[in-house]
């Protein structure tokens, strides 16, 4: 326990089931890869032969894990019996927290995100704990690392108008960082540094993270009853995408989700993973516990750690506090990336951040249930080589037995030849149960819905449920390939060396156009059609075994595209296909999300778009002043820099706004002092054109003869 007391139960019932989870995962494993060694046959090279045995047992054995997690959730979930279920502390309790001690701050760290979408989101969860009556055990932070000087002015206009309209000042706070140090993981971080001593627990969110307030309260009653729980961890519902390949990724989400999110539970108990988001946190033990160290040397594998959240995990559990997945906990939400090119360059960040955490394998007192989280987040991503060596190691030899005349004496068999002998019924039970574990769980995850009443009608009804998930099985299929050839990129220029920058994530249904998909995908295309003429020229029979994977190569352009469309998502979703029980019985949260989302824009008196922040900071005397107040530590700079701050400023003047770079403005934003002069000065501007170019006359207005500048002269 944290305190040091004795051993908990559940951490020796724990070790027993991760023990049984090794026996059925290594006695299969053993048996199909013994299976695989005897179908192969015998060319006389030992290592390659080798080489294949290990990726095959590699590769069965992961997915084993999978499949035994989902048949032990399926368990949970059809008997109901789960003695160590967390949320069973709250059980009978009302929607009140007892003790005033027990304050929680919501983290929304954002990142030059689309702040009507976190505003509405955060509108949404206020408006949800406001209901529960707990609003004052509650605090929510905006949490800015935005790089883009219009969003951040647009981020403390929007916080603004939203605590006046709620009357949330001193209990909604804006905070713009800046240095974007360690990224997410140093934004909460300097979070506790500042303000952790004051409050109990913290609850971190992602930008488009929507939270119940029932279920915050829920986390927080088990937190309170629950002195050893370091951090629960929710499983979040993907919800409000359109395109086709994001309803797809909600479909699973919401129907295969449960089970592995059960069967997570049962073998790890309190040795869970928190997942970065959507989770409560301990304060004090995360403060004492889980400062992220500085990875030492040069290189991606070093320097800051990128996949902070299973790091936090080992540490956590490290001190002694233990992590729990509260997988029977609803009122929790995420959104996925809209498209197969989004999805791609949150993975490559991802890879890079799993490919780290080689380097911590072996660190002292992390639990070998860490230590096997490490291991599975790499194998998420080093799986794609390995799959990928394994197809084109087997594409060379099916080439090779063609080419060259197969050995029947080997110099080690000098009396007796090695024929080559085919076992069909080998063959064919080796890609039977290999199947099997790929795509019963998949299946079997309709069990709990079907045997719940009416809850398949909110899957669109039965058929529709087996239909969406056969279909989805398809889509899977089509798009593993593709996903194989970038993972299997993203290892490779890891370990070759290329880091990786912090884009800023795409959070709408835009979609993918073709010249998009050209650039992303015209390497993977020119790979499928290089390596399927190749073998169908030499080796017709062969083709046809690995053409899927050639097929969806070749077409990946075309595939990406119609995948991000959210015109054919919404015709499965008019057709009842991949629906989502949000979808058929909206949620009060999700209802009143769409709602925030459709609130009308305040007057805005400026010839200009609105999301031009720096505009509006120069321009808008109440955004002007809102923005320069926010400064609190502004000291001035060395006489160099305010020198090349005053050239900023007469660069804007000259040249108007559209002249500086986002650094330029930056540095303006930065510097109270030189935006008050420019503020100043743009509202003296007598000249009708340059009066335009800072939007305060009508562009129209810009060729005509000068008029009066009696109008734009005014105080700010």
């Known amino acids: 326990m944290a305190d040091g007391g004795p051993v908990p139960a559940w951490r020796r019932t724990g070790s027993r089931r991760r ?94 995100e689309d702040v009507k979408r976190v505003v509405a989101g955060l509108r949404t969860t206020y408006a949800s704990v406001r209901a529960t009556g707990s609003l004052d055990r509650f605090d929510f932070f905006l949490l800015s690392d935005t790089t883009d000087p219009d969003v951040w002015v647009e981020e403390e206009e929007a916080w603004y108008r939203f605590c006046s309209e709620e009357n949330a000042f001193g209990r909604v706070f804006y905070r713009k960082r800046t240095s974007n ?29 929507i939270m119940s307030g029932e279920t915050l309260v829920r986390l927080v009653q088990i937190m309170e009853a629950r002195p050893d729980i370091g951090i629960l961890q929710t499983p979040p519902k993907a919800v409000n995408r359109e395109t086709l390949i994001a309803r797809v990724q909600q479909f699973a989400n919401h129907v295969y989700g449960p089970l592995l999110a059960a069967g ?104 070998p249930a860490h230590r096997a989280l490490f291991i599975n987040g790499i194998l998420s991503y080093g799986s794609a080589l390995l799959w990928l060596s394994f197809l084109t190691v087997n594409s060379a030899q099916a080439i090779s037995e063609v080419l060259f005349e197969p050995v029947y004496m080997p110099i080690l068999r000098k009396f007796l030849p090695e024929l080559p002998v085919w076992r069909p019924h080998w063959a064919i039970s080796l ?55 970038f993972h ?14 912090w884009g800023t994530q795409s959070r709408d249904d835009r979609g993918t156009t073709w010249r998009e998909a050209l650039r992303a995908h015209w390497w993977g295309t020119l ?20 053409s899927p994977v050639i097929f969806s190569l070749v077409l990946s352009v075309p595939i990406s595209v119609v995948t ?50 720096f505009l509006r900071a120069v321009v808008d005397p109440l955004v002007h002043s809102l923005h320069t107040s926010l400064l609190l ?3 001035r700079g060395a006489p160099s820099r305010e020198r090349a701050r005053d050239r900023i400023v007469e660069k804007a003047l000259a040249s108007g706004p559209d002249a500086l770079n986002r650094k330029e403005k930056t540095a303006l934003l930065r510097a109270p002092h030189h935006l008050r002069e420019l503020h100043r000065k743009v509202w003296r501007l007598g000249d009708e054109k340059d009066a335009a170019r800072w939007g305060l006359v009508p562009p129209e207005k810009k060729e005509k003869k000068r008029g009066s500048d009696s109008s734009l002269r005014s105080s700010g």
Not at 191 to 197: Q, S, T
Not at 488 to 501: A, E, H, M, Q, R
């Open 181 to 209: 140090t360690k990224r997410k993981s140093g934004n909460v971080a300097d979070f506790c540094r500042r303000w952790g001593k004051s409050y109990r627990y913290m609850a971190v969110f992602d930008a488009d993270s």
């Open 488 to 501: 299997s990129l993203f290892v490779v220029s890891t370990l070759l060396g290329k880091s990786v920058g």
């Open 431 to 485: 890609l039977g149960s290999t199947t099997l574990l790929l795509f019963l769980p998949k299946f079997l995850s309709a069990l709990p819905i079907l045997l719940a009443d009416f809850r398949a009608r909110l899957y669109g009804g039965k058929l529709r449920l087996f239909l969406s998930i056969l279909l989805e099985v398809v889509l899977s299929i089509i798009l593993t390939p593709i996903r194989m050839v």
């Open 264 to 367: 997570l539970h049962f073998w790890q108990l309190g040795d869970a993973q928190y997942c970065g988001h959507n989770a409560l946190i301990r304060v004090d033990p995360f403060i004492k516990h889980c400062e992220l160290p500085r990875l030492p040397g040069k290189g991606p594998l070093s320097g800051d750690i990128l996949s902070h959240d299973y790091v936090e995990s080992a540490l956590m559990c490290r001190s002694g506090y233990g992590i729990w997945l509260t997988y029977d906990l609803k009122g929790t939400w995420e959104e996925t990336p809209p498209t197969l090119i989004d999805e791609l360059k949150r993975d490559r960040r991802w890879c890079q951040g799993n490919l780290q955490h080689t380097r911590l394998l072996f660190t002292r007192g992390f639990f």
């Open 633 to 635: 530590r502004f000291r």
């Open 19 to 112: 023990l049984l989870l090794l026996l059925i995962v290594l006695i299969p494993t053993i048996i199909s890869s013994n299976t695989m060694a005897r179908l192969l046959p015998d060319r006389g090279s030992i290592l390659l032969d080798t080489f294949l045995v290990a990726v095959f047992t590699t590769l069965f054995a992961w997915i084993s894990v999978g499949f035994w997690t989902s048949i032990a959730g399926l368990v949970i979930l059809l008997t109901k019996k789960d003695s160590y279920r967390v949320s069973r502390a709250c059980d009978g309790l009302d929607f009140t927290i007892a003790d005033k001690a027990a304050r929680t701050a919501i983290l929304i760290p954002i990142y030059n």
């Open 527 to 546: 790979l499928g059609i290089g390596w399927g003429t190749v073998v169908y020229r030499i080796t017709p029979s062969f083709f046809w075994w690995i």
């Open 564 to 613: 991000g469309r959210a015109a054919v998502g919404r015709l499965f979703r008019r057709s009842g296909l991949f629906l989502i029980p949000e979808e058929v019985e909206l949620p009060p949260e999700l209802q009143v999300l769409e709602e925030n989302l459709l609130r009308p824009e305040p007057y805005f008196p400026f010839f200009f778009d609105r999301k031009k922040g």
